[in-house]
């Protein structure tokens, strides 16, 4: 059972927007602690999507946007594409473990 | 852009030590943190610890009993040694540049290695 939730699984047809939860708690995510999001496509390394809640790294398409309240933070992605079929997974920093936590992940599959 | 190469054996025996070593190469291992995560077959992500430049570390409490991860600054590597292993440690373990915690915001886990996969069996 993983500290950050997300939810297993999620699906869309192409051209639809789809959002990815992230669930915390008050020594994480509520603490204030930053979330990053990763995408790990099929057979890959996972590549870095969001950083600082809310920031894209160069190179990352403006269809991917994320956000952060409380203790939950979210990944969306809109104008779903095919190569977007991959697991993400969302990561913070707990202060009552003093370690870095990753959410369980989340496989979206473009229908 | 800096690249990580993972090295080690492929095959440990269960209740022995699992070595590897990640290999930093177009940039210097210093002043940065760097992590190990490791992905067991069909699974999740899970952060093993982190060692700083300087040879500061941090683990996951889950594995810091067991775990040791040390720098070596004049061969620009740092390495990873978990003891006692089992099958449940059998995992993909990728090294990763971490830039989560010495920037403003913090950047994460900005360069990966390629990953080598450990399977634990006799």
């Known amino acids: 059972q993983s500290v950050l939730t997300q939810p297993p699984s999620l699906s869309g047809a192409p051209g639809q927007r789809v959002t990815i939860s992230c669930t915390g708690s008050s020594s994480n995510i509520g603490a204030g602690f930053d979330v990053q999001w990763y995408q790990q496509l099929p057979g890959t390394v996972p590549k870095l999507l969001i950083y600082g809640n809310i920031n894209r790294p160069s190179g990352v398409p403006d269809r991917f946007s994320a956000s952060k309240s409380g203790t939950s933070a979210s990944l969306a992605i809109t104008g779903l594409q095919g190569e977007d079929e991959a697991e993400y997974y969302c990561r913070s920093y707990d202060s009552s473990l003093r370690a870095s936590i990753f959410g369980g992940g989340t496989k979206v599959t473009v229908l | 852009q800096v690249q990580l190469q993972e090295s080690g054996p492929g095959l440990v025996k269960p209740s022995e030590t699992l070595s590897l070593t990640c290999t930093v190469s177009?940039?210097?291992?210093?002043?940065?943190?760097w992590s190990w995560i490791r992905q067991p077959p069909g699974k999740g992500l899970e952060w093993i610890g982190y060692v700083y430049y300087s040879g500061t570390t941090n683990y996951s409490p889950s594995l810091k009993s067991r775990v040791t991860i040390s720098v070596d600054t004049s061969k620009n590597q740092f390495s990873l040694r978990l003891r006692s292993v089992t099958a449940a440690d059998t995992a993909v373990y990728y090294c990763?540049?971490?830039?989560?915690?010495?920037?403003?915001?913090?950047?994460?886990?900005?360069?990966w290695g390629q990953g080598t996969l450990v399977t634990v069996s006799s």
């Open positions: 177009g940039g210097s291992i210093s002043p940065y943190y």
């Open positions: 990763a540049r971490d830039r989560y915690y010495d920037s403003n915001p913090p950047l994460g886990l900005d360069s």
